[in-house]
């Protein structure tokens, strides 16, 4: 047995054996939907900044666009310069915010994502009476 596969299993014996695994399990899950959240919530401000600059046609796209809306898993086109301005520059400020396998979203890059057509259509059910 080489010294990496000992080390692993010496590690696993005793993470097996802690009797705070329970507490630190708990503790990691809520520190999980605590970040999903605070990205969800993230995304909406900036969906709102985004709305609240964007032209009448990109808005009404992105308040319809029922693909991005209503799907688990949202592709973002690098092409697409309805939102490209905006969603970049936010994913290359946050390394946890990006693609992972197979090109999908991670779950608090989905997050932000949902929270920024929230604030969008959050943005479009104040103003669109209005027009």
Do not use: C, H
Request: cysteine-free; charged content about 25%; overall charge negative.
């Amino acid at each position: 047995m080489n010294q990496t596969t000992e080390a692993r299993q010496v590690f696993t014996e005793e993470t097996v054996t802690d009797p705070q695994m329970d507490a630190i399990v708990e503790r990691l899950y809520k520190e999980r939907d605590e970040a999903y959240e605070g990205y969800l919530k993230n995304g909406r401000k900036w969906g709102v900044a985004w709305a609240k600059q964007a032209q009448y046609v990109a808005l009404k796209l992105a308040v319809q666009n029922d693909y991005y809306l209503n799907n688990d898993t949202v592709f973002f086109d690098e092409y697409d310069e309805t939102w490209s301005d905006w969603v970049p520059n936010i994913f290359e400020a946050d390394p946890l915010l990006g693609r992972g396998e197979g090109n999908y979203f991670n779950p608090l890059t989905q997050a932000w994502i949902d929270g920024w057509f929230a604030g969008i259509s959050d943005f479009w059910d104040q103003v669109s009476s209005k027009l």
